[in-house]
T-cell receptor, first 115, second 111 residues
Framework: DTGVSQDPRHKITKRGQNVTFRCDPI?????LYWYRQTLGQGPEFLTY????????KSRLLSDRFSAERPKGSFSTLEIQRTEQGDSAMYLC?????????????FGEGSWLTVV | AQRVTQPEKLLSVFKGAPVELKCNYS??????LFWYVQYSRQRLQLLLR??SRESIKGFTADLNKGETSFHLKKPFAQEEDSAMYYC?????????????FGKGTHLIIQP
């Protein structure tokens, strides 16, 4: 499968702990996005990268959240001092911007449960 | 601010019946509209985008700027169409500032 992959697929953590999610985009895709999805809601945009540059962050991304894409390939999303309200599905997506279409492809997501 | 509204959380129709999933949007500029679908235990995937004006799996959607709508339609529903459907909006070409999604409509096709 050469699609967007995310790891881990599921994570249960205690409140106050730090968690990190990894995303491997489709090879050669220059844009990488992070979304969050809670039950009964559609995905909500968090942030995106163009190559290694983080170009936009949503107001949903509090200072406990940090995302990186150090070499313009894979990305990590870290949540520090997790809270129960952080429990959600974290979706990664990628696209090849600059060409006709720019279809955004999603990964299967990483489920986070904070207990 | 941009917003996408899908008024129906759940829509149940019989196989062979027409389907219409409603989507209304709010955006001050010229948006790009999409429909994404998520089948059970599968990832979110693009179904269609308004600029392509194509029909995928028998589904079509027309952007109506006057009514700010982008309803998804299919003349004859099939059981395999059962899924979650999300309408999404991008404020700039290519999703520069990310997609804004509606809350989704769960479509159930009854045999």
């Amino acid at each position: 499968d050469t699609g967007v992959s995310q790891d881990p697929r599921h994570k249960i953590t205690k409140r106050g702990q730090n968690v990190t999610f990894r995303c491997d985009p489709i090879s050669e895709h220059n844009r990488l996005y992070w979304y969050r999805q809670t039950l009964g809601q559609g995905p909500e945009f968090l942030t995106y990268f163009q190559n290694e540059a983080q170009l936009e962050k949503s107001r949903l991304l509090s200072d406990r959240f940090s995302a990186e894409r150090p070499k313009g390939s894979f990305s990590t999303l870290e949540i520090q001092r997790t809270e129960q309200g952080d429990s959600a599905m974290y979706l990664c997506a990628s696209s090849l911007w600059g060409y006709t279409g720019n279809t955004i492809y999603f990964g299967e997501g990483s489920w986070l449960t904070v207990v | 601010a941009q917003r996408v509204t899908q008024p129906e959380k759940l829509l149940s129709v019989f196989k062979g019946a027409p389907v219409e999933l409603k989507c209304n949007y709010s955006y001050s500029g010229s948006p790009e509209l999409f429909w994404y679908v998520q089948y059970s235990r599968q990832r979110l995937q693009l179904l269609l985008r308004h600029i392509s004006r194509e029909s995928i799996k028998g589904f079509t959607a027309d952007l109506n700027k006057g009514e700010t709508s982008f309803h998804l339609k299919k003349p004859f529903a099939q059981e395999e169409d059962s899924a979650m459907y999300y309408c999404a909006l991008s404020g700039y070409g290519g999703g520069a500032d990310g997609l804004t999604f509606g809350k989704g409509t769960h479509l159930i096709i009854q045999p």
